[in-house]
């Protein structure tokens, strides 16, 4: 069955610029999850989406970061004025609610030169 | 700030021998969860137990929690060279949908 996905899968940008990473998360499934994982780094959480709100946004590095979730379906994660720092892989997972566990997409790799 | 801790951060093990992975976390949770991530893309979920379980198999898997002591184990028995990953335990602190906390994984090597 269809997964989670994310596009694009590598993204390589130059600093200043802006980016927007989309993750289509299994149909059905409520809750959306942002995370940024580090090279060779744990996962970071950045913002969590039940349905189209977003109840934990506490993640968010800067106020350059946002993300907006439509139709309890698609999301996307928007960089604005990208930084060096920003160069990470950005994951999305998604799960049923209740559930506890979260399925991954494969991640969009950002690049910020 | 991150929640779990691995331990240790790497591993390295011949094929056959057993790999054990110990996490350590903060504050009360739901859950417990363990994550296999293979070349730094995606995640995927190996097993979850709950905060009144104690111990939990899956295949070649076994989780054991201690919440007295905040801890967890994974045990990988007869390891095997596609085994190798960096494997990284998650929390839940609240019931239902809340972000996981990832510890910063322990990175296993099995060598064939």
């Known amino acids: 069955g269809a997964g989670v996905s994310q596009s694009p899968s590598n993204k390589v940008t130059e600093k200043g610029k802006d980016v927007e990473l989309r993750c289509d998360p299994i149909?059905?499934?409520?809750?959306l999850y942002w995370y940024r994982q580090r090279l060779g780094q744990g996962l970071e959480f950045l913002i969590y989406?039940?349905?189209?709100?977003?109840?934990?946004k506490s993640g968010l590095p800067s106020d350059r970061f946002s993300a907006e979730r439509t139709g309890e379906s698609v999301s996307t994660l928007t960089i604005q004025r990208t930084q060096q720092e920003d160069s990470a892989v950005y994951l999305c997972a998604s799960s049923l609610a209740g559930s506890g566990e979260q399925f991954f997409g494969p991640g969009t790799r950002l690049t910020v030169l | 700030s991150q929640q779990g801790e691995e331990d240790p951060q790497a591993l390295s093990i011949q094929e056959g021998e057993n790999a054990t992975m110990n996490c350590s976390y903060k504050?009360?949770?739901?859950?417990l969860q363990w994550y296999r991530q293979n070349s730094g893309r995606g995640l995927v979920h190996l097993i979850l137990i709950r905060s009144n379980e104690r111990e939990k198999h899956s295949g070649r898997l076994r989780v054991t929690l201690d919440t007295s002591k905040k801890s967890s184990s994974l045990l990988i028995t007869a390891s095997r060279a596609a085994d190798t990953a960096s494997y990284f335990c998650?929390?839940?602190?609240?019931?239902?949908?809340?972000?996981?906390?990832f510890g910063k994984g322990t990175r296993l090597s099995v060598i064939a």
């Open positions: 149909s059905g499934h409520t809750a």
């Open positions: 989406f039940q349905g189209n709100s977003a109840p934990d």
């Open positions: 998650a929390t839940v602190r609240n019931s239902g949908n809340t972000p996981l906390v």
């Open positions: 504050t009360s949770i739901n859950n």
